[in-house]
């Protein structure tokens, strides 16, 4: 697996941000494949995070922690987030 250039804040911890589809514009610019690490708020919520990287709540369609499904009701929750911790996020998508 790549390494990923990191961003640190001086307060909060670093998780990896993976934005996929047209919203992949919006990681930072050292992303690399679809990912980065990135510092957020110690006690942030899903949604929090949404809004810091400006990406449209009505565009987070499909948001994975850990691979695991996160519904809209649970996304302004404080304190999932965990150091180290994967957050995917795709938008909607249409297909026959």
């Known amino acids: ?5 990191r961003v640190r804040g001086r307060d909060g ?3 990896t941000l993976k934005l996929y589809a047209n919203l992949s514009h919006l990681l ?8 980065a690490e990135v510092s957020v708020a ?3 919520s899903l949604n929090m995070v949404i ?3 400006r990406v449209p ?4 369609h499909l948001v994975l922690l850990n691979g ?3 519904c809209h ?8 987030l965990k150091a180290g911790d994967a957050l995917a996020i795709w938008p909607p998508v249409a297909g026959g």
């Open 13 to 15: 911890m670093n998780i």
């Open 68 to 70: 695991v499904f996160v």
């Open 57 to 60: 709540r009505e565009s987070a």
């Open 51 to 53: 809004d810091q990287f």
């Open 28 to 35: 930072p610019a050292h992303a690399q494949y679809n990912a």
């Open 1 to 5: 697996m790549p390494t990923m250039s």
């Open 73 to 80: 009701e649970d996304r302004d929750q404080p304190g999932r």
């Open 42 to 44: 110690d006690n942030a």
